[in-house]
């Protein structure tokens, strides 16, 4: 069955600093893979999209890369604040645009 | 303002009491989707719709039924509700499937079944 696996354990990281989140999956093949932010008890929301021809992706801050070899993304938040702090969801999404979502990562900024 | 809503935010219902969670969206979008956010399970995905009057199980659709009559509503219904329903529900919608600009997500409906 299809899996996605995002690192379930928070990521403390100091303000200015990068962090780096992983998404891996298995039995899948996504045409592209989404990520998306969530705040405690709000809807998620939209970051970056990045297709399975296309290896990077920036946005301001923000850095995608999607090796469909290791069936891997990584995401950069670089020069991170405290207003990044919050959880980091992939999405894996086929031609179809049905998306699976992992469980996502809690990224922790302090000043 | 562009934007998903749902209702309601929050409700409290009895096993077996059918209920219905709105979902609307104005940016005419054609994809819409409805998911479930529960501890540790993370999202997923109940039912989506690709247009009007085309839907399609995802990966937990048992106990619920949606309809996609006009563009821009979507609800969720809840025949029977049971205790194992209780869960955050978040709607949402894209151009299509593989629009740059993702999903837009609702706001939400906190739902709790006694």
């Known amino acids: 069955s299809q899996k996605i696996e995002q690192n379930s354990e928070a990521l403390n990281i100091q303000e200015g600093k990068t962090a780096t989140l992983t998404c891996n999956y298995t039995n899948y093949s996504p045409a592209y893979l989404q ?6 008890g709000r809807g998620p929301v939209f970051l970056l999209l990045i297709r399975e021809n296309e290896k990077e992706k920036r946005k301001e801050r923000l850095k995608v890369t999607f090796d469909t070899t290791l069936k891997q993304s990584l995401f950069h938040i670089t020069a991170s604040q405290p207003a990044d702090s919050a959880t980091y969801l992939c999405a894996p999404t086929d031609s179809w645009g049905k998306l699976q979502f992992g469980a996502g990562t809690q990224v922790v900024v302090t000043p | 303002e562009a934007q998903v809503t749902q209702n ?11 209920l219905t969670v709105t979902c609307s969206q104005n940016m005419n979008h054609e994809y819409m989707s409805w998911y479930r956010q529960d501890p540790g399970l993370g999202l997923r995905q109940i039912y989506y719709s690709m247009n009007v009057e085309v839907t399609d199980k ?22 029977s509700p049971s205790p194992n329903q209780t869960s955050l ?26």
């Not at chain 1, 990520?35 to 405690?40: E, K």
């Not at chain 2, 309601?8 to 059918?18: D, E």
């Not at chain 2, 309809?67 to 025949?79: A, H």
């Not at chain 2, 919608?93 to 709790?112: A, E, I």
């Open chain 1, 35 to 40: 990520w998306y932010r969530q705040d405690p």
């Open chain 2, 8 to 18: 309601p935010r929050y409700l409290i219902t009895v096993t077996g009491k059918k």
């Open chain 2, 58 to 79: 995802g990966d937990v659709p048992e106990g619920y039924k949606v309809s996609r009559k006009e563009k821009r509503n979507f609800p969720l219904i809840l025949e």
């Open chain 2, 89 to 114: 529900y978040f709607c949402a919608s894209s151009l299509r499937g593989d629009s740059n600009y993702g999903y837009t997500f609702g706001s939400g409906t906190r739902l709790t079944v006694v």
